[in-house]
Nanobody, 121 residues
Framework: QVQLVESGGGLVQGGGSLRLSCAAS????????MGWYRQAPGKQRELVAE???????NYADSVKGRFTISRDNAKNTVSLQMNSLKPEDTAVYYC???????????????WGQGTQVTVSS
């Protein structure tokens, strides 16, 4: 079984910064893509940023130049540095990972429990 545990959310003023972290644990053989999604009230969950195990990154247009995703393959962690935060960044942020695990090395997508980020104006 694989678990993703997030940390680092909170309340910040507009223009401020936060750093989210996510650690994967369990019977992990390997991790492919890791990423961060967010869901604001009344809206669909959307991709914020993702990173491959080779280090290639992809960002939503709305966060380009402000957010930076990084991962530590040795520690099975992924982080999201969020700068110049705006009120429209307010959402629950979810960690996501494509993990090969277990005796059969089955590939499956896992989600964290979510962490609230609130940006005040």
């Amino acid at each position: 079984q694989v678990q993703l545990v997030e940390s680092g959310g909170g309340l910040v003023q507009g223009g401020g910064s936060l750093r989210l972290s996510c650690a994967a644990s369990g019977s992990i053989f390997s991790i492919n893509d890791m990423g961060w999604y967010r869901q604001a009230p009344g809206k669909q969950r959307e991709l914020v940023a993702e990173v491959t195990n080779g280090g290639s990154t992809n960002y939503a247009d709305s966060v380009k130049g402000r957010f930076t995703i990084s991962r530590d393959n040795a520690k099975n962690t992924v982080s999201l540095q969020m700068n110049s935060l705006k009120p429209e960044d307010t959402a629950v942020y979810y960690c996501n990972a494509a993990v090969r695990s277990g005796r059969n090395f089955r590939l499956a997508t896992y989600w964290g429990q979510g962490t609230q980020v609130t940006v005040s104006s």
